[in-house]
């Protein structure tokens, strides 16, 4: 692009501004608002809605201020009488086919529509209704609700799926006033081959896409004097829940968050980073195994690559089922939560596991999906024989999942005061954690985390600097060559290599697929950035959300005494009493599982 | 080669192969051969004659300039053993035009067609040659140009001649096409793709078919030339899905370039190559948008791009790609051949050539014609097109499709070309005029335009998608007679802002007739909303208050 | 970058060999697998153009233009005289399955408007005199 200078004219007051930028940019930078619906920064700039629209001199019409670019001499005006009144013709058109049911729409509090339509004066709507808005509400998914009725067609929605994830599984479908967001053959997404990531509920400007709300079930349960309801929370929850109520992006808010969750009447306020801190055991002795008997001339698949984000799973299991077999057995730090909860801590705490309801709060939608598997509930199982269970009597190892936005609209809707709440801490055995399981929640986490425990492993020294710089970012693909030296002399260099984003994941699987990947370990996370900016975070304009966030999980990193998994007492203290060892035979009966091929070719063919 | 002392042109077009020519042609084979003259007379099946919008089958006999029409195959007979043998014009046979007496002199094809009102040169083959057979293109002086610019010019050279031309393109937005033509040379290769706009979606406009079905050759000379010039490596013509028959032509007369190697490896036996398929849209009007068709060919949904960047730079498969209209293209070899300077004899300042317009409507003839710019609307009506129908008054003119713009009758003294059209908010667009007469009422004619673009919004862009779909509605209500009187203002302000912030010219262009009638015919828009009456008695307001009789 | 080249004319060729006009949901994921197109956009593809359709029809298209000048020569009284003798409404398929009726954009015929075409055969001049014979010769095919 042109990285030239030029200089323009805005509403009558020179800018130097550069080349290459568009209108949106030079006026943003000049302090003038525009509004937009469906531009987005690097992932939609199709033009589509027409509400960004400025006068420039000379042109034949209006011009789009998010698609155009600035030249020497522009001579621009964006507050009119004719862009105000093309505006707000355009949005008036808008609601002439849209229901306007803000009372009653979970996106209110962020829906850009509501507000473009108040700010530019929006008080009537002057057009009538001319197509129905009766299209069925798409429930087919366990984690994302589509009100197709409400879809204003910004593209947004597809084009994350298509740049950003690309899993393609959405397109417009249709023409004219009939196109809308379709899945293949206009099948529901729950029955298409979507990973529920979320990302697209994240760029929705309106109430069409939302995630499917689990708020009212846990009501249920924790009202139910017979259930013993446990909640466990995950690392990227505690920097983004403040949020909700106001507060700044990236403040840290943990001790109030188990604060809130214990008056809401759970019965123990437990941690996911307790088991992230177990899975970094299971996965770093898988690990190892593997790279032991690759070194030593066995066969084993390499490079591994982690399994603790289901949506990057479902990713996998659609479009590169030939690669399966590196990915890591270890279920997910939310099942082996739910796994341990319904085995060690109901038999610790002498409760029936039939009593034991878990809930997990996640930044994710995905793990909605996820806890439904059935090849997940291990704990079921282990007790079938044991309690003479039935078929009737199965259960879950995990029960609901709330996203960080619902449990905000949860203790909203419990009337909890949360900014006031004092610190409050975990309940134990559960609740004690690392900051090598915190870190989780950022993209390189898992691989920090694993790099903690396998270098003290592999070199019996203590690490010299406990932050892995190389690992860290909000690069959309990171690699590494980590040296170990083993106290025989012998050196490994582990070849590291971490994805955020299922576009970037695709990029390395690629490489996975035809056998040319150099890596022993490789990190994916389906959202990118990581969990911080799972599909189930607060929504947020701020542009530098990932960064704030990250920077206060390392924060929480930091502050923690113990900061590599192995270390920490509960973690110690589970595998004396329980699982003897990593990747024993118990270990592997509840906390690891099996990979499923799922074709989208052959599946939509049935 | 052999001589005939006559030809018999049978008009092979859609429209005359549905009234049954195979047959006639067939049978007056079969008739000459018995009258023992089959040395002697030739039967040739060409293109549109021009005679074939009532269900008729026409015929041309060179040199005697007579055209028969209707010819049924009961009449072959009396043809050949009248015309042919005996030299007696059979006048009962002569096409007389409807509804208006033409004396004997005028029945020559030359006077029907008001050859002095028109000029051919893009349908100089049309009606004359084969249009199948590439050697009687090549026998009408074809591939000339073509031989001329590989042995005698640089690819600049035949730019300069395109710019000294001053040829503008025919598709409708009027870019001059030696300047397009400047833009892609430089742009690297080594793919560089040029494409044949033949989509033709524009209602009321079916010259690009003409073309097509009578002289598909000309136009393929003519991208092989812009190829040639622009340094093209692989061609597209990217064609309507429903124009069977000039899909057929032109695969035939690709085929046959590849036989002489006029198209493939070094072309002429020179270092230029250039390849060229068909490509068939699949119903989609957006399609004839550069950008749009480029998505289209690239297998997407017909969606246009936003631009810049423009194809010349980055086109299909993001490689430079010059788009061309059909009739911009069948005009090159004539300038080649006979010069950029002699081309603006032709013509008037600023808008130099012929221009191929289609007539339609409330006419007493309907067909293609070909005249030179200048000529003014109502020449074209009164004169080619024979007048308004039944002798009725004239309303108003659709000129250039439903996107182009309302002509009442004092502008009928208005010359077609850019310059003088663009003073009455108008311009030649896609090359269609659609004669109305007193019969006609506007507010159900911008209903019908407004639905086809309702309909043939691709659906990308708001303003686009939501006004469309909105003037319907409002339409649909006045023509229904519960039209309130601030829907004029609504209609004008969706209007506007249409034309303000569509995305592409579709939706800037949709309302532009809605617009202009709204000037032009607002008492007619007044008396559907507040005197609940249709004045033409077109729309079904008058059906509606009927209902009310219950008292 | 030129994956999906010919999606179009492969469209047409599936459709055009099936005996119903219609893209077979098997087909079109056949198609995608082998090429590796994602089915979503291939959908997309599929209901953007009017000559595609992803629902059986019948035997033979009729497609009426419904344009301005097939419009001023009357092509609503045709469109709803097609109707009443195929007793079906535009969109629909015959019960016996010989005939689907849709409406078209101007199909370059408004010469002699009004037209339609019936498969890949245009029809010009009509009548309801005119459809009357003109659908009595398809039935002779039967
Ligand atoms: C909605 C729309 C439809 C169009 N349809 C056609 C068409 O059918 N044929 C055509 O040649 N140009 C069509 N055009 C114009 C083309 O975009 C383009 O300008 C043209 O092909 C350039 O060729 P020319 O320079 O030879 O005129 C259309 C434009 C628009 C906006
Ligand atoms: S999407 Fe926005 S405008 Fe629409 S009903 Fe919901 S809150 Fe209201
Ligand atoms: S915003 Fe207005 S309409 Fe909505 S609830 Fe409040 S008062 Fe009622
Ligand atoms: S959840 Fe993810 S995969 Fe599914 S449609 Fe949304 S962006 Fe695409
Ligand atoms: S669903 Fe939401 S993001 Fe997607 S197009 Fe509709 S409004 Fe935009
Ligand atoms: S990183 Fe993601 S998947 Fe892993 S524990 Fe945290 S929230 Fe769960
Ligand atoms: S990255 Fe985190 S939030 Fe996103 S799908 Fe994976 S686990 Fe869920
Ligand atoms: S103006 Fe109409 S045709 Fe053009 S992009 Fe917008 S919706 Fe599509
Ligand atoms: S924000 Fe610019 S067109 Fe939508
Ligand atoms: S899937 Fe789209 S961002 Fe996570
Ligand atoms: S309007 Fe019907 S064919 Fe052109």
Redesign the interface.
């Known amino acids: 692009m042109d990285n030239k200078t030029v200089t323009i004219k805005i509403n009558g007051v020179e800018y130097t501004v550069d080349g290459g930028s568009t209108i949106l940019e030079a006026c943003r930078k000049a302090g003038i608002e525009i509004p937009t619906l469906c531009y987005m920064e690097d992932v939609c700039d199709e033009g589509s809605c027409g509400i960004c629209v400025v006068e420039v001199l000379k042109a034949r019409t209006l011009q789009r201020a998010c698609i155009t670019q600035v030249f020497e001499g522009m001579d621009i005006k964006t507050n009119t009488p004719k862009v105000r009144l093309a505006r707000k013709t355009i949005v008036e058109l808008i609601l002439a086919n849209h229901p306007k049911d803000c009372l009653n729409c979970s996106a209110s509090e962020i829906c850009e529509l509501r507000k473009i339509s108040y700010d530019l004066g929006v008080t009537e709507t002057p057009f009538e209704q001319t197509k129905e808005l009766d299209l069925p509400l798409d429930l087919t998914s366990p984690a994302i609700v589509r009100d197709l009725n409400k879809c204003i067609l910004c593209r947004r929605c597809v084009k994350v799926c298509e740049v950003v994830q690309s899993v393609n599984v959405i397109d417009i479908a249709g023409r004219g006033i009939n196109s809308r967001v379709s899945c293949f053959m206009d099948k529901g997404i729950g029955e298409s081959y979507c990973t529920n990531c979320g990302q697209c509920i994240k760029v929705c400007p309106v109430g069409a896409l939302t995630e499917k709300s689990d708020i009212g079930r846990v009501w249920d349960y924790l009202s139910d004097p017979t259930k013993h309801v446990v909640v466990q929370t995950a690392p990227a929850v505690r920097v983004a829940i403040g949020e909700e109520f106001g507060m700044p992006v990236g403040s840290l808010v943990t001790g109030q968050m188990a604060a809130g969750l214990r008056r809401l009447g759970f019965n123990g306020v437990f941690d996911t980073d307790f088991s992230a801190d177990l899975t970094i055991m299971e996965e770093g002795t898988e690990f190892l195994g593997r790279l032991t008997k690759v070194l030593g001339g066995e066969e084993a698949s390499l490079p591994v690559i982690t399994s603790c984000s289901p949506g990057w799973i479902k990713f996998i299991e659609h479009y590169y089922p030939k690669c399966l077999p590196n990915v890591s057995s270890c279920k997910s730090p939310q099942q082996m939560f739910g796994a341990v909860s319904k085995t060690y801590y109901a038999e610790k705490m002498g409760l029936d596991p039939r009593n034991i309801i878990c809930i997990s709060i996640m930044p994710c939608t995905a793990k909605k999906y996820e806890c439904l598997r059935p090849e997940l509930d291990d704990a079921f199982d282990h007790w079938k024989d044991k309690l003479m269970l039935k078929d009737e009597d199965h259960f879950q190892d995990v029960d609901a999942v709330l996203t960080t936005r619902e449990l905000g609209r949860m203790m909203k809707e419990g009337g909890i005061d949360f900014v006031n709440l004092p610190d409050e801490s975990f309940d134990s055995p559960l609740g004690e954690s690392t900051g090598a399981a915190v870190i989780f929640g950022a993209t390189g986490g898992v691989m920090e985390a694993a790099l903690r425990t396998v270098y003290e492993v592999v070199t019996e020294k203590p690490l010299p600097k406990i932050e892995l710089e190389a690992v860290r970012g909000m690069q959309g693909i990171k690699k590494a060559d980590v040296p170990l030296v083993k106290p025989d002399g012998t050196e490994i260099v582990a070849k590291v290599a971490i994805a955020s984003g299922l576009g970037n994941a695709r990029v390395l699987l690629e490489e996975v697929n035809n056998g040319t990947s150099p890596y022993h370990f490789i990190e994916i996370m389906a959202c990118p950035g990581g969990c911080l900016n799972g599909g189930g975070q607060p929504i947020c304009d701020d542009p530098n959300v990932c960064e704030k966030r990250a920077s206060a999980i390392y924060q929480q990193d930091e502050a923690l005494t113990i900061r590599k998994s192995h270390d920490n007492p509960e973690i110690k203290k589970i595998y004396e009493d329980y699982f003897e060892k990593p990747n024993s035979h118990k270990a592997h009966e509840l906390l690891h599982t099996h990979y499923i091929e799922r074709d989208i070719y052959e599946q939509e063919k049935e | 080669m052999k001589f005939y002392r006559t030809h018999v042109l049978v008009a092979q077009d859609t429209k005359s192969i549905l009234a049954g020519s195979k047959r006639i042609e067939e049978t007056l084979i079969e008739e000459i051969k018995l009258a023992g003259l089959e040395n002697e007379i030739r039967v040739i099946p060409t293109g549109s004659l021009g005679y074939s919008e009532n269900n008729q089958v026409a015929i041309a006999i060179y040199p005697d300039n007579i055209i028969y029409a209707p010819v049924l195959t009961s009449s072959v007979k009396e043809i050949v053993e009248e015309h042919f043998l005996k030299g007696r014009i059979i006048k009962a046979l002569a096409h007389p035009m409807k509804h208006k007496e033409i004396s004997m002199e005028e029945r020559t094809s030359e006077n029907q067609l008001n050859i002095d009102v028109q000029k051919r040169i893009i349908l100089k083959n049309v009606g004359q040659i084969n249009p199948e057979s590439i050697h009687e293109y090549i026998a009408a002086d074809g591939y000339m140009a073509l031989e001329k610019a590989l042995s005698e010019m640089t690819p600049e050279s035949v730019i300069e001649e395109m710019k000294t031309s001053e040829l503008r393109g025919r598709g409708g937005a009027g870019f001059p096409t030696g300047l397009k033509w400047q833009f892609t040379r430089p742009n690297p290769g080594p793919t560089k793709y040029v494409i044949c706009n033949a989509d033709e979606g524009e209602p009321g406009t079916f010259k690009d078919r003409e073309i097509m079905e009578g002289d598909p050759h000309k136009m393929v000379e003519g991208m092989i030339l812009a190829a040639y010039a622009v340094g093209g490596t692989d061609g597209y013509i990217y064609i309507r899905g429903e124009y069977n028959l000039s899909i057929n032509r032109l695969q035939k007369a690709i085929d046959a370039c590849y036989e002489y190697g006029l198209l493939g490896k070094n072309i002429l036996g020179t270092d230029f190559s250039f390849d060229l398929c068909i490509h068939t849209g699949a119903g989609a009007y957006i399609c004839g948008e550069e950008t749009a068709l480029i998505n289209s060919i690239e297998g997407k949904r017909g969606e246009p791009r936003k631009k810049p960047p423009y194809p010349p730079s980055q086109g299909l498969w993001q490689k430079p790609t010059l788009v061309n209209n059909v009739e911009t293209f069948a005009n090159v070899p004539a300038i080649i051949n006979h010069g950029g300077e002699w081309y603006k004899t032709l013509g008037v300042e600023g808008s130099y050539g012929t221009k191929l317009f289609s007539l339609m409507g409330d006419l007493n003839w309907k067909g293609t014609i070909e005249i030179p710019f200048g000529t003014t609307i109502g020449k074209i009506v009164d004169t080619i097109g024979h007048g308004v129908r039944y002798d009725r008054v004239l309303k108003g003119i659709i000129l250039g499709g439903s996107s182009g713009s309302l002509i009442v009758p004092g502008e009928l003294n208005t010359p077609i070309d850019f310059q003088s059209l663009s003073r009455i908010e108008a311009g030649p667009g896609s090359g269609s005029i659609l004669v109305m007469d007193e019969t006609r009422c506007i507010v159900d004619i911008c209903l019908n335009i407004a639905e086809f673009f309702r309909h043939e919004s691709c659906g990308k862009c708001t303003p686009c998608r939501e006004g469309n779909a909105q003037i319907c509605h409002l339409l649909e209500m006045i023509s229904y007679g519960y039209g309130l009187p601030e829907d004029l203002e609504k209609l004008e302000r969706i209007a506007n802002t249409m034309m303000e912030t569509s995305f592409c010219p579709l939706g800037q262009t949709a309302p532009s007739v809605l617009l202009q009638a709204l000037k032009k015919f607002r008492g007619e828009f007044l008396a559907h909303i507040d005197e609940n009456i249709c004045p033409a008695g077109v729309c079904e307001i008058n059906f509606v208050e009927e209902e009310c009789s219950c008292g | ?9 492969q ?2 060729e599936i459709q055009n060999n099936d005996d119903k006009h219609y893209l077979p ?2 087909k079109v ?2 198609l ?2 082998k090429h590796g ?16 359709s ?1 629902k059986p029809r019948g035997k033979h298209i009729i497609r009426i233009c ?4 097939c ?2 020569a009357n092509s609503k009284k045709l469109i709803r005289h097609m109707e009443a003798i195929l007793n079906i409404s535009v969109g629909e398929t015959t019960e016996d399955g010989f005939f689907t009726l849709e409406l ?10 009004p037209a339609m ?1 019936i498969d ?6 009509l009548t309801e005199d005119r459809i009357d014979e003109i659908l009595a010769t398809y039935k002779e095919d039967k």
Request: contains cysteine.
């Open positions: 970058m030129e994956e999906k080249k010919h999606l179009l004319e469209l047409h949901k098997e994921v056949e995608a697998k197109y994602d089915l979503a956009q291939v959908y997309g593809v599929e209901t953007f153009y009017t000559m595609y992803t419904e344009n301005q000048s419009h001023m078209s954009s101007c199909l370059g015929m408004c010469s002699v408007s075409m890949e055969v245009p029809y010009g001049n």
